[in-house]
């Protein structure tokens, strides 16, 4: 079972940007085969979609209230991925947290993925 370390976060203002990293304690070989996701949590809010990118990398899928302004990519090399985030809003504040799974699906589901990291918090001040 691989882990998932997740760093980046933090406070920016409305109109700024961040990067999350999540790095994968396991091989490059390994890391390829996972399926990526990013998902946020406000306070009393389900937990959300925000992007998915596939093992292949040839797939990525993003939420509508952020597309255009976010990014995911993957280093499979480095074994870590990365969520940038651009034109932040006062909205996007929340824990955000990576997870993966095995295969090339890009689901968008928290329920479909099992490994997840620890969570960073961003917060967008107005």
């Known amino acids: 079972q691989v882990q998932l370390v997740e760093s980046g976060g933090g406070l920016v203002q409305a109109g700024g940007s961040l990067r999350l990293s999540c790095s994968c304690a396991?091989?490059?070989?390994?890391?390829?085969?996972?399926?990526l996701g990013w998902f946020r949590q406000a306070p009393g809010k389900e937990r959300e979609f925000v992007a998915v990118?596939?093992?292949?990398?040839?797939?990525?899928n993003y939420a509508d209230s952020v597309k255009g302004r976010f990014t995911t990519s993957r280093d499979n090399a480095k074994s870590t991925w990365y969520l940038q985030m651009n034109n932040l809003k006062p909205e996007d504040t929340a824990v955000y947290y990576c997870?993966?799974?095995?295969?090339?699906?890009?689901?968008?589901?928290?329920?479909?993925?099992?490994?997840w990291g620890q969570g960073t918090q961003v917060t967008v001040s107005s």
């Open positions: 990118m596939s093992w292949k990398g040839g797939i990525a």
């Open positions: 396991a091989s490059a070989r390994t890391f390829s085969r996972y399926t």
């Open positions: 997870a993966a799974r095995i295969g090339d699906i890009p689901h968008t589901t928290a329920s479909d993925y099992d490994i």
